[in-house]
């Protein structure tokens, strides 16, 4: 690497659909999954792990969102979603705000 130049981003993308049969069918994921990778291959990252959960956008406690989450913080890493809403349906937490 030269003098100055930046290691190349790391992100981690994480899909989420609201019901089983969206999950099953994997055509919302697919379409996600598709998105995220275009945008990160456009930025120059690196994709290093997908996370996918199909559970309600109300809760942050789904599972994978949450090793999504420790990932990036691992690796620090960028969190990317297709859609802002596909991370989670609650502000304090879009905000960083640990108050409810």
């Keep these: 690497m030269r003098l100055g130049a930046q290691a190349p981003r790391l992100a981690v993308g994480l899909t989420r659909v609201s019901t089983a049969e969206q999950g099953q069918s994997g055509l919302g994921l697919e379409a996600q999954q598709a998105s995220i990778r275009t945008f990160i291959a456009a930025q120059g990252?690196?994709?290093?792990?997908?996370?996918?959960?199909?559970?309600?956008?109300?809760?942050?406690?789904?599972?994978?969102?949450?090793?999504?989450?420790?990932?990036?913080?691992?690796?620090?890493?960028?969190?990317?979603?297709?859609?802002?809403?596909?991370?989670?349906?609650?502000?304090?937490?879009?905000s960083g705000s640990e108050h409810d």
């Design 45 to 94: 990252w690196t994709l290093v792990v997908e996370y996918s959960d199909v559970a309600s956008g109300k809760d942050d406690r789904r599972p994978w969102f949450q090793a999504a989450l420790a990932r990036c913080r691992q690796l620090d890493a960028v969190l990317v979603a297709a859609r802002l809403d596909r991370i989670t349906r609650r502000a304090h937490t879009l």
